[in-house]
């Protein structure tokens, strides 16, 4: 019976969304996300239609949580950022987005020394391997702007990453320009030098989250790439270089001056 009423109610919410979302006011949502700034009007109107594609295609489950029609809009937009040059295609291998009101909480047992200890954690969001993508609904209002902080690119960056094998491990497919093998020494140096610095106290772009393992690395840089840009670049040029071939995107031609972050980053996301 509780699968039944669920599966309902995403049915009911996706015909009353998709009937809403008509009369958004696209071109308006667009000028009031900072991120977007800076794209074309070709670019604009394509990202655009990826959107509404995007949220066609997706069932958006809102647990706790009544997201507005513009909401979800804005939403969509910069979910399909990344993916511009790529095509929705690039998202094929998730299907449903849940909405949570709050962080999801995780609990595991850690062997330390010759017992064990139970250690918690907090997500803001989840990309589930073969499943879907898990966000905090107040951390997605937050979005948009140039302060570093993504959580929507975040967890759709995991979902790119396991294309290739099927897992999270910072070696997405090979893309026009970057040799896996060249894609691998760069993540592994800028890896250490992250580390290095978290270490030593001393200012990063990436937060110390990229130590976690390639994986968390390639979605944090991701998430600055498009949200800081210029801070990127000026830190780890030959990394920037990469994911501008690799998205085929210069998001540090976009973002205004006055914008760019000098300092550090906070944790975001799983």
Not at 14 to 33: E, K, M, S, Y
Request: glycine share 6%; hydrophobic share 40%; charged share 20%.
């Amino acid at each position: 019976m509780k699968h039944c009423l669920l599966s309902w109610w995403r049915r009911c919410f996706a015909r009353d969304a998709n009937a809403n979302f008509a009369a958004v006011d696209w071109g308006r949502l667009c000028r009031q996300i900072p991120l977007l700034q800076g794209l074309n009007g070709d670019e604009l109107e394509q990202l655009q239609r990826m959107a509404l594609q995007f949220l066609r295609q997706k069932s958006i489950t809102p647990l706790g949580v009544r997201p507005r029609p513009e909401q979800l809009a804005a939403m969509a937009l910069q979910a399909c950022l990344p993916i511009l040059y790529l095509g929705l295609d690039w998202y094929r291998n998730f299907y449903e987005i849940i909405l949570l009101p709050a962080p999801v909480e995780r609990h595991e047992e850690l062997a330390f020394g010759e017992g064990w200890q139970e250690e918690g954690s907090s997500h803001l969001g989840e990309a589930w391997e073969q499943g879907p993508v898990v966000l905090v609904w107040p951390e997605v209002l937050h979005d948009g702007q140039w302060d570093g902080y993504h959580l929507v690119i975040h967890e759709l960056v995991h979902k790119l990453d396991m294309l290739a094998d099927g897992v999270a491990n910072g070696m997405p497919p090979e893309r026009p320009g970057v040799p896996i093998a060249r894609w691998q020494r760069e993540l592994e140096t800028v890896y250490a030098e992250v580390c290095r610095c978290h270490e030593a106290a001393q200012a990063c772009c990436l937060d110390e989250q990229a130590c976690d393992g390639l994986d968390e690395l390639f979605a944090i840089a991701s998430e600055c790439f498009f949200s800081q840009p210029l801070a990127l670049q000026a830190q780890f040029p030959e990394l920037y270089r990469l994911l501008a071939l690799w998205y085929q995107q210069d998001p540090a031609q976009r973002q205004p001056r006055e914008t760019r972050r000098r300092h550090g980053h906070a944790a975001l996301a799983g």
